[in-house]
């Protein structure tokens, strides 16, 4: 059985259902150090199983991605590409994470010199061979 991760901003105003979510990787990209002043921890889910409720801001942030914040609160909660039919749900947002494992550091060769990367998980300079998959989803 496919599980179904729920999930809100910090002032509720948002909330989601992410049906059979990937598991987790950390993005180094500069985008997301821009968005968020660090790395993202990220799962994606196919858009069709994705249910999103409230007031979702969505802000283009590079000519191919827009990134979905709470208008209330302005929590950052999801990473969209319209090429790609997945969405990135940030994992913080997350009401629980049971059942997910981080598979990995992507986009390392970006990665910000302030700190460095010793938890043993596997390294790539942007995305993994393949893709971002779990059970053949694109995430």
């Given at each position: 059985?496919?599980?179904?991760?729920?999930?809100?901003?910090?002032?509720?105003?948002?909330?989601?259902?992410?049906?059979?979510?990937?598991?987790?990787?950390?993005?180094?990209c500069k985008q997301c150090q821009k968005l968020t002043g660090r790395y993202i921890a990220a799962a994606g889910v196919l858009r069709e199983n994705l249910q999103i409720s409230g007031p979702v801001n969505w802000l283009p942030i590079s000519e191919k991605s827009?990134?979905?914040?709470?208008?209330?609160?302005?929590?950052?909660?999801?990473?969209?590409?319209?090429?790609?039919?997945?969405?990135?749900?940030?994992?913080?947002?997350?009401?629980?994470?049971?059942?997910?494992?981080?598979?990995?550091?992507?986009?390392?060769?970006?990665?910000?010199?302030?700190?460095?990367?010793?938890?043993?998980?596997?390294?790539?300079?942007?995305?993994?061979?393949?893709?971002?998959?779990?059970?053949?989803?694109?995430?």
């Amino acid at each position: 059985m496919v599980k179904t991760y729920t999930g809100s901003c910090l002032c509720g105003a948002v909330s989601f259902e992410a049906m059979g979510l990937s598991d987790i990787w950390y993005c180094h990209c500069k985008q997301c150090q821009k968005l968020t002043g660090r790395y993202i921890a990220a799962a994606g889910v196919l858009r069709e199983n994705l249910q999103i409720s409230g007031p979702v801001n969505w802000l283009p942030i590079s000519e191919k991605s827009n990134s979905g914040h709470c208008k209330s609160c302005g929590s950052y909660m999801f990473w969209d590409e319209a090429a790609r039919d997945t969405v990135s749900v940030l994992v913080g947002c997350l009401d629980d994470t049971d059942g997910l494992d981080v598979m990995g550091h992507i986009f390392v060769e970006e990665k910000a010199d302030y700190f460095e990367i010793a938890d043993g998980l596997p390294q790539f300079e942007g995305f993994p061979p393949g893709g971002t998959r779990q059970e053949g989803k694109d995430v």
